[in-house]
C-alpha cells in the first residue's frame, strides 16, 4: 500500500480476504500477458480509470466500446445486450476471441460483462468500476468509490478513483510553458454536467478570485475541458495573456499531465470526482472552486479530501501545505490481480 492510501484514504471491505500477491511489481509479474478488455460505451469518464488500471499493472488493454440501440439501453443494467452486438454478428465488439479479464464501466457495460461470463461458462473474470446500480454479482469484482453505497465481499471501496497518471508518468512530464520564477498555479477547469453549470456569476468569482492570486505573486497556467463553456475559456485565456501566464488553446498535446505535476498549487472546478482525485494523487495543494449546482455523492467526497488534508476551498489566496499523495490505484490494481488468480486457481480446480 502506498502513502497516502493509510488511514482514511483507503475503506476497503472488511470481508476481502485474497492474500498471495502484496507489491504492484509481483501483480505485473503474475498478470504478464493476460488479455483485458474495457467494455464501456465510450465516456472518457467509464474509460480512463479501466486504462489506468490495466497501464498501472502493464497490461495493454483492448478498448471494446458497445453502443446498444435505444430500447436494449433503456433496459440495462437488468436487461439483454443488443442483439447486433452478438460475438457472432459483423463489426460486433463483443467479437473473440475472448479476453481473460473484462473491465466494465457504465450503466449499459453491465450486461455486457453478465453476457461474457455466461458465454465464456465462466472462465472470463470480470470486474465492474463504480455501482452498476445491478447488486454486486453483477461481476466477480467491483470496485467503488466512499461515496457509492454497494458493500460485499467482492466489493473494494477506496476514496479516489484509479486513474492513469502514475508516478513514472508525472515524472516524466515537462512543461509547455518557460518558468518565470513566479509559483505556478495550475488551473484544471471542467464545467457544465447533470449536476453542475458554469453560471456567469461563477466565472465572474473565479476571475476575481484568480486576480488576487496574480497579485499575491503566483502566474496562472491552465486547461479547459470538453466541458468548459466557451465564454469560460475565452476569458481564462484572456487572463491568462494579460498577467504572464499560459492557458492551452486546444493545438498540440493537451497539458494536464503537466499541470499535475509541475504546478506548485492546483486550482480544481468541483464538478468531476476524477479531476479532483487525479489532483491529489499529486501531494500538492488542491483548492476547490463550487460551480452552480448540488451533488450529494460530490460532496461526500470533498468532505473525505479535506478531512484527510488534501484540499481546501478556493478562495483567492493560494495555499502552501503538504500531504502525502493519495492514489487507489495500485491498491485496486493488486488486488485485481489477487482476485484473479484466485479465480484461475479455482477454474484449474474445478476443470481437473
Same mark, same amino acid.
Request: aromatic content about 8%; charged content about 25%.
Given at each position: 500500500m502506498r502513502?497516502?492510501?493509510?488511514?482514511c484514504?483507503v475503506?476497503?471491505?472488511?470481508e476481502?480476504?485474497?492474500p498471495?500477491?502484496?507489491?504492484?511489481?509481483?501483480?505485473?509479474?503474475?498478470l504478464?500477458?493476460?488479455?483485458v &478488455?474495457?467494455v464501456?460505451?465510450?465516456k472518457?469518464?467509464?474509460?480512463?480509470?479501466?486504462?489506468?488500471?490495466?497501464?498501472?499493472?502493464?497490461?495493454?488493454?483492448?478498448?471494446?466500446?458497445?453502443a446498444?440501440?435505444r430500447?436494449?439501453?433503456a433496459?440495462?443494467p437488468?436487461g439483454?445486450?443488443?442483439?447486433?452486438?452478438?460475438?457472432d454478428r459483423?463489426? @460486433?465488439?463483443m467479437?473473440?476471441?475472448f479476453?481473460?479479464?473484462?473491465?466494465?464501466?457504465?450503466r449499459?457495460?453491465?450486461?455486457?460483462?453478465?453476457?461474457?461470463k455466461r458465454?465464456?461458462?465462466?472462465r472470463?473474470?470480470?470486474?465492474?468500476?463504480?455501482? !452498476?446500480?445491478?447488486?454486486?454479482?453483477?461481476a466477480?469484482f467491483?470496485?467503488?468509490?466512499?461515496?457509492?453505497r454497494?458493500?460485499g465481499p467482492?466489493v473494494l471501496?477506496?476514496?479516489?478513483?484509479?486513474h492513469?497518471?502514475?508516478?513514472?508518468?508525472?515524472?516524466?512530464?515537462?512543461?509547455?510553458?518557460?518558468s518565470?520564477?513566479?509559483?505556478?498555479?495550475?488551473?484544471l477547469i471542467?464545467?457544465t454536467?447533470?449536476?453542475?453549470?458554469? @453560471? !456567469?456569476?461563477?466565472?465572474g468569482?473565479?476571475?476575481a478570485?484568480?486576480?488576487q492570486?496574480?497579485?499575491?505573486? &503566483?502566474?496562472l497556467c491552465?486547461?479547459?475541458?470538453?466541458?468548459?463553456?466557451?465564454?469560460?475559456?475565452?476569458?481564462?485565456?484572456?487572463l491568462c495573456?494579460?498577467?504572464?501566464g499560459?492557458?492551452?488553446?486546444?493545438r498540440?498535446?493537451?497539458?494536464?499531465p503537466?499541470?499535475?505535476a509541475?504546478s506548485?498549487a492546483l486550482?480544481?472546478?468541483?464538478?468531476?470526482?476524477?479531476?479532483?482525485?487525479?489532483?491529489?494523487?499529486t501531494?500538492?495543494?488542491?483548492?476547490g472552486?463550487?460551480l452552480?449546482?448540488q451533488s450529494?455523492?460530490?460532496?461526500?467526497?470533498w468532505?473525505?479530501?479535506?478531512?484527510?488534508?488534501a484540499?481546501?476551498p478556493?478562495?483567492?489566496?493560494?495555499?502552501?501545505?503538504s500531504?502525502e499523495?493519495?492514489?487507489?490505484?495500485?491498491?485496486?490494481?493488486?488486488?485485481?490481480?489477487r482476485?484473479?488468480?484466485?479465480?484461475?486457481?479455482?477454474?484449474?480446480?474445478?476443470?481437473?
Amino acid at each position: 500500500m502506498r502513502a497516502g492510501e493509510r488511514g482514511c484514504r483507503v475503506a476497503s471491505s472488511p470481508e476481502i480476504r485474497a492474500p498471495g500477491i502484496r507489491t504492484l511489481e509481483e501483480a505485473q509479474r503474475a498478470l504478464a500477458g493476460t488479455r483485458v &478488455w474495457l467494455v464501456t460505451d465510450g465516456k472518457a469518464g467509464d474509460l480512463s480509470p479501466g486504462l489506468g488500471l490495466a497501464e498501472r499493472l502493464d497490461l495493454a488493454a483492448e478498448s471494446r466500446i458497445i453502443a446498444p440501440r435505444r430500447l436494449y439501453a433503456a433496459l440495462m443494467p437488468w436487461g439483454p445486450i443488443d442483439p447486433r452486438e452478438r460475438p457472432d454478428r459483423p463489426g @460486433s465488439p463483443m467479437a473473440p476471441p475472448f479476453p481473460d479479464i473484462a473491465i466494465g464501466a457504465g450503466r449499459r457495460a453491465a450486461a455486457y460483462l453478465r453476457f461474457l461470463k455466461r458465454s465464456s461458462a465462466g472462465r472470463i473474470f470480470t470486474m465492474f468500476l463504480r455501482d !452498476p446500480r445491478s447488486g454486486a454479482g453483477t461481476a466477480d469484482f467491483l470496485w467503488v468509490p466512499q461515496h457509492d453505497r454497494l458493500r460485499g465481499p467482492n466489493v473494494l471501496v477506496t476514496l479516489t478513483t484509479p486513474h492513469r497518471f502514475s508516478p513514472e508518468r508525472l515524472a516524466a512530464a515537462t512543461a509547455p510553458w518557460a518558468s518565470d520564477g513566479r509559483p505556478v498555479l495550475g488551473l484544471l477547469i471542467g464545467g457544465t454536467s447533470k449536476d453542475f453549470r458554469f @453560471s !456567469p456569476e461563477d466565472e465572474g468569482r473565479l476571475i476575481a478570485g484568480l486576480r488576487q492570486a496574480v497579485q499575491e505573486g &503566483w502566474r496562472l497556467c491552465g486547461t479547459p475541458s470538453r466541458r468548459t463553456p466557451e465564454n469560460v475559456a475565452r476569458g481564462l485565456a484572456a487572463l491568462c495573456a494579460e498577467t504572464g501566464g499560459w492557458f492551452w488553446d486546444g493545438r498540440g498535446e493537451n497539458p494536464y499531465p503537466a499541470l499535475l505535476a509541475r504546478s506548485d498549487a492546483l486550482l480544481v472546478t468541483m464538478d468531476s470526482t476524477n479531476m479532483l482525485g487525479e489532483a491529489v494523487a499529486t501531494g500538492r495543494p488542491v483548492l476547490g472552486f463550487r460551480l452552480t449546482g448540488q451533488s450529494h455523492k460530490l460532496d461526500t467526497f470533498w468532505r473525505g479530501l479535506v478531512e484527510c488534508g488534501a484540499a481546501r476551498p478556493f478562495q483567492g489566496r493560494p495555499e502552501r501545505y503538504s500531504y502525502e499523495p493519495i492514489d487507489a490505484t495500485e491498491t485496486i490494481a493488486i488486488e485485481l490481480a489477487r482476485r484473479f488468480l484466485a479465480h484461475r486457481v479455482s477454474r484449474d480446480r474445478f476443470s481437473a
